[in-house]
């Protein structure tokens, strides 16, 4: 053989390795693009859980204040009830007063509570949503990366393994939709 026909050979042999990896390069570009994707839900969701959890702790602390506001009417009540008085109708109609007040504190009290319950419940969904996101970017992560070996090694073994990691980080983001 001359030296014309093995350059011609090693050229062509090239040629063809690089139209062989072509595949390999349009799935790393797929898994890249599904990279950010899940980055951004991720971080979506995490900012999701964080403002839940923030309305949560303001409906706790609205739920202490009124706590703290019934206690200490309560308790004024039942100082002016053992007080010795001089206008008895005057004591009694503010002490029914008071009174009315603790039992609609009481009430608001339930309905913070509940409410409160309510966005820890949206807090801990969202936490799950973000984790089962968090879970799927790293396996599609996982994927690109096994991936790219393929085009050092020229062994499509590591293509076939990014792509079991992609699927698997695609499974993942799409069963949060599922999440309840």
Do not use: C
């Amino acid at each position: 053989m001359e030296a014309n026909e093995v350059q011609e050979l090693k050229e062509q042999a090239e040629k063809g390795g690089e139209s062989a990896m072509r595949p390999v390069a349009f799935t790393m570009s797929v898994v890249a693009v599904l990279v950010a994707i899940t980055t951004v839900l991720g971080h979506r969701t995490h900012t999701e859980a964080v403002l839940f959890q923030n309305q949560a702790t303001d409906q706790w602390n609205e739920y202490q204040a009124r706590h703290i506001r019934s206690h200490d009417t309560e308790l004024a009540s039942n100082m002016l009830a053992n007080l010795a008085v001089t206008d008895k109708a005057a004591a009694a109609k503010l002490e029914q007063t008071w009174k009315d007040a603790v039992a609609k504190s009481t009430q608001d009290q339930k309905e913070d509570r509940q409410k409160a319950e309510e966005l820890q419940e949206k807090v801990e969904k969202a936490e799950a949503r973000a984790d089962r996101y968090d879970l799927s970017e790293a396996l599609l992560e996982i994927g690109l990366v096994v991936t790219s070996v393929t085009l050092l090694t020229r062994s499509r073994i590591y293509w076939y393994l990014g792509i079991l990691f992609s699927v698997t980080g695609i499974l993942s983001a799409i069963s949060v939709l599922f999440l309840n």
